[in-house]
């Protein structure tokens, strides 16, 4: 069974601050991806890795994947109240979408003004 | 477009009644995964399915639920008898069907067992 693990699970910070969350797992991936969830709604995709070692950038945000691809981080930098939410991980068996994912447990993000 | 649609989004059912929640995918999209997360929790895989096929079924419980993809029609996931352990959020996610960078998740449905 394949089990991704988020750390940490909970993180309170100040705005302004930088952050970095992880996902680790002992298996390899083909992808990783991202999302953010907010109360009452779905994931919402923010990216997705597949090469190990690739790093992307989405504005504040930097995604990483391991170069064994079995774990990655995402690092926010200047935090701000918007990007409070829950951001999950997840693990495809395809670089591309048709098979399951298995996601993390999240990390809740809440970034006070 | 229209997004991935679940209706409906807030859905209560008495224990041993039946809950039927559906899911259009995106247009254009004609693969659909359902999942379901409880409270605190990450989202926990439970069927995948093409138009009149279901792919992987691995993650749906052996009793009471049931999921179908309809050559018309939205998904259909069904979970008769319900019982309160049923009580959580599911999300449906569609993706087309070659390749695309990721999923495309719904608003979701809330299920309470009272």
């Known amino acids: 069974t394949q089990l991704l693990e988020q750390s940490p699970q909970f993180l309170s910070i100040q705005e302004g601050e930088n952050l970095t969350v992880y996902c680790n797992s002992s298996s390899v991936f083909s992808s990783l991806q991202w999302y953010r969830q907010e109360p009452g709604e779905g994931p919402v995709l923010l990216v997705t890795?597949?090469?190990?070692?690739e790093v992307k950038k989405l504005k504040r945000l930097t995604f990483q994947f391991g170069d064994a691809r079995k774990d990655s981080s995402l690092h926010i930098t200047a935090a701000q109240p918007g990007d409070t939410g829950l951001y999950l991980c997840a693990g495809g068996a395809q670089e591309t979408s048709g098979s399951r994912l298995t996601f993390g447990e999240g990390t809740q993000l809440t970034v006070n003004p | 477009n229209a997004g991935v649609m679940q209706n409906p989004r807030h859905l209560v059912r008495r224990r041993g009644q039946e809950a039927r929640l559906r899911c259009s995918p995106m247009k254009g999209h004609s693969h659909v995964y359902w999942y379901r997360q409880l409270p605190e929790e990450g989202l926990k895989f439970m069927v995948y399915?093409?138009?009149?096929?279901?792919?992987?079924e691995s993650g749906m419980p052996k009793e009471r639920f049931s999921a179908e993809f309809p050559k018309e029609g939205p998904s259909i996931l069904r979970i008769q008898q319900v019982v309160r352990g049923d009580s959580a959020a599911y999300f449906c996610a569609s993706s087309p069907a070659f390749g695309g960078p990721g999923y495309t998740f719904g608003s979701g449905t809330r299920l309470t067992v009272v």
């Open positions: 399915l093409q138009k009149e096929n279901i792919i992987d």
């Open positions: 890795v597949v090469t190990g070692g």
